[in-house]
């Protein structure tokens, strides 16, 4: 069983910066694709960024420029830079991974930017 630890959400003035990391373990295989969603308050999970196997990565256009995602396979591990934050990144941020084509969460850390 997969399972993800996730650390790195803090309160952040707006400017600021946060790196998220994901730890994974459990896994058989190499994860095909590790990324990041989020949640705001009243609002869908969405995309942030994902990075497959290959290093190959995908951005949601409100954060491309401002986040960087990065993994370490050796380590299992995802991680998010995230600078130039604004308040509108408030959101609990989730880590993704896709084993073999099966999906597994972690349990969300939270990220504030004030204003």
């Known amino acids: ?61 409100s954060v491309k420029g401002r986040f960087t995602i990065s993994r370490d396979n050796a380590k299992n591990t995802v991680y998010l830079q995230m600078n130039n934050l604004k308040a509108e990144d408030t959101a609990v941020y989730y880590c993704y991974v896709n084993e073999v084509g099966l999906n597994y969460w972690g349990q969300g850390t939270q990220v504030t930017v004030s204003s």
């Open 1 to 61: 069983q997969v399972q993800l630890v996730e650390s790195g959400g803090g309160l952040v003035q707006a400017g600021g910066s946060l790196r998220l990391s994901c730890a994974a373990s459990g896994n058989r295989f190499n994860f095909n694709r590790m990324g990041w969603y989020r949640q705001a308050p009243g609002k869908q999970r969405e995309l942030v960024a994902i990075i497959n196997v290959g290093g190959i990565t995908n951005y949601a256009d």
